[in-house]
């Protein structure tokens, strides 16, 4: 099984939404901190979001009062729902079990101006 597994990006224009999916296999979700990052082109990877075992959520302020992460104990599943996306939002999202440094395999979202 691979443990993360993202899902969900996609082309939309500007404004849209997406929400992105991480399946987690192998751990659980509410166990571990797990953090979404993303990486555009010629460019480094950069933190986006964090999401702590006990709920508790953090985020880089470029997408502050934009996107959501959360999970779903039941379906061990991780989430970024992304609204009033922007193109400089370009980028492939890459979900991580900050604890073990794991990554899934990123999932691309481009935003149309």
């Known amino acids: 099984q691979v443990p993360l597994v993202e899902s969900g990006g996609g082309l939309v224009q500007s404004g849209g939404s997406l929400r992105l999916t991480c399946a987690a296999s192998?751990?659980?979700?509410?166990?571990?901190?797990m953090t979404w990052h993303r990486q555009a082109p010629g460019k480094a990877r950069e933190w986006v979001a964090t999401?702590?075992?006990?709920?508790?959520?953090f985020y880089t302020d470029s997408v502050k009062g934009r996107f959501t992460i959360s999970r779903d104990d039941v379906k061990n599943t991780l989430y970024l729902q992304m609204n009033s996306l922007k193109p400089e939002d370009t980028a492939v999202y890459y979900c991580?079990?900050?604890?073990?440094?794991?990554w899934g395999q990123g999932t691309q979202v481009t935003v149309s101006s």
């Open positions: 999401m702590a075992p006990g709920g508790a959520t």
């Open positions: 991580q079990n900050f604890e073990t440094t794991t």
């Open positions: 192998g751990f659980l979700l509410s166990d571990v901190i």
